[in-house]
């Protein structure tokens, strides 16, 4: 059902900001010690070939915008996007309840 409501509206600013403020205390707390630090440039340099620092990167996220999260969840909450799995025993009545729940994604 959440992942629906991306595809039907734009989130609000009040929710951006949330999300924003959120991810901008998890990456200060994700950087507190040396091996943090020297990882998420490491990371930049392996993957990417290109250093930013934090302060360029958080520039960067609080350019996002409602529309750009909603043109994005269109993309990818996809019904030929999305897999299932099931771990533990299943019965053959639940297949009409798993299709269900990925028809409505």
């Not at 340099?45 to 994005?72: A, C, G």
């Not at 269109?74 to 999305?82: A, S, T, V």
């Amino acid at each position: 059902k959440l992942m629906g409501e991306f595809k039907s509206r734009e989130i609000s600013e009040k929710e951006l900001k949330f999300a924003k403020d959120f991810l901008q205390g998890t990456i200060s707390l994700g950087l507190e010690s040396s091996d943090d630090v020297a990882l998420f440039y490491g990371e930049q340099e392996l993957f990417h070939k290109k250093i930013m620092s934090v302060d360029d990167i958080w520039k960067k996220y609080q350019k996002v915008t409602p529309r750009d999260i909603f043109k994005i969840s269109k993309e990818i909450f996809r019904p030929d996007k999305i897999g299932l799995s099931v771990i533990g025993p299943k019965k053959e009545t639940q297949d009409d309840h798993f299709e269900k729940i990925l028809k409505n994604i």
